[in-house]
């Protein structure tokens, strides 16, 4: 055996080693695939159910949400009830105090003026009596 058939002898163990070594890459490759496939069905299938648990959970949280709401709505439409009933009767109230300050008023008004007049006619007369004296002396 010469060099040249230790090195053919050497490519062709190379050659058969490659080959044996991308067979094996080939089948570990379609093995690795194929868990790849299985695994990407799995999360596919959670994630389905996943999303199936959020879109129930999100409706009926909405729910509450929009019950809660109208309970707000209803105890807000009642307080402003409340308040506006509260609100008349203080106006009613007050245009009854009002009222009364006027006639109050209108009762004062009239004695001061009735006791103005009073005085008038009683200066009126004084004078008058004091004119009617100074003529008779």
């Not at 299985?38 to 999303?51: I, L, P, T, W």
């Not at 200066?123 to 008058?128: G, H, I, L, R, V």
Request: proline share 0%; charged share 35%; glycine share 12%.
């Amino acid at each position: 055996m010469g060099l040249l058939d230790t090195i053919k002898g050497w490519f062709g163990g190379a050659k058969e080693a490659t080959s044996e070594v991308v067979d094996k890459a080939g089948d570990k490759a379609g093995e690795a695939w194929d868990k790849t496939k299985h695994m990407a069905g799995d999360v596919a299938e959670k994630s389905k159910d996943v999303a199936g648990d959020l879109a129930g959970k999100a409706k009926d949280v909405a729910g509450e949400v929009a019950e809660k709401t109208g309970e707000a709505w209803d105890k807000t439409k009642d307080m402003a009830g409340d308040m506006a009933e509260k609100a008349k009767g203080a106006m009613a109230g007050a245009a009854d105090k009002a009222e009364d300050a006027a006639d109050q008023a209108r009762h004062s008004a009239s004695e001061a003026a009735d006791a103005a007049g009073d005085a008038a006619s009683d200066m009126a007369d004084t004078a008058k009596d004091a004119m009617d004296g100074d003529h008779q002396s």
